[in-house]
């Protein structure tokens, strides 16, 4: 009789076994599809956000090798009109406009400078001629158009630069 009676308790424990495991065979091929469709939108947003930040990281990289180049380029570029100016001093030739272009750390500049305005200091005593005396212009201003280029971007920059004649002339009456 006992064995009996175990018999019946394996075998209910046997059948309550089969029914649990029918029960949690698995997900359902539902479940399996909406929970992949899960992990492939959060994997795509991921690498999107991914790329994105790649792409202005690689832009500011660029627009901050460009940047590093301006002060050595607005200094050659302050040379470059004050020896014009000096130059146009000694042989006496008007300057209207000048222009350059170069490379620098892979980076293409362009750049034009257009006279926009001369000016004279204001009339004062010459002891010289024992008058008050106008003087000839001395100070010239120009408009610098500077154009930095890098693998296809490019960033324009405008500013005004002074020159001047070193020599003081007195106006011709």
């Known amino acids: 009789m006992l064995q009996l009676g175990l018999g019946l308790v394996l075998m209910q424990l046997t059948s309550q076994n089969i029914r649990a495991f029918k029960k949690n065979q698995g997900f359902t091929l539902v479940e399996v599809l909406v929970a992949g469709l899960i992990l492939f939108l959060t994997l795509g ?14 832009r500011a990289a660029q627009h ?5 180049v301006t002060e050595f380029v607005q200094a050659h570029i302050h040379k470059a009109i004050n020896d014009e100016v000096q130059d146009a001093e ?7 406009e000048l222009a350059g272009q170069t490379n620098l750390m892979e980076v293409a500049i362009n750049w034009q400078a257009v006279l926009f305005e001369r000016g004279s200091p204001p009339r004062r005593y010459d002891e010289n001629i024992g008058a008050e005396a106008d003087f000839e212009p001395r100070f010239f201003k120009f408009q610098v158009t500077l154009r930095l280029t890098l693998n296809k971007r490019a960033q324009s920059f ?10 003081l002339k007195v106006a011709q009456s």
Do not use: D, H, P
């Not at 947003?45 to 690689?58: I, P, Q």
């Not at 000694?90 to 209207?96: A, K, S, V």
């Open 90 to 96: 000694q042989t006496g030739r008007q300057i209207n």
């Open 45 to 58: 947003a991921g690498l999107r956000a991914y790329e994105v930040a790649m792409n202005g990281s690689y």
């Open 64 to 68: 901050l090798k460009m940047l590093q």
């Open 158 to 167: 405008t500013y005004t630069e002074l020159a001047w004649f070193k020599q």
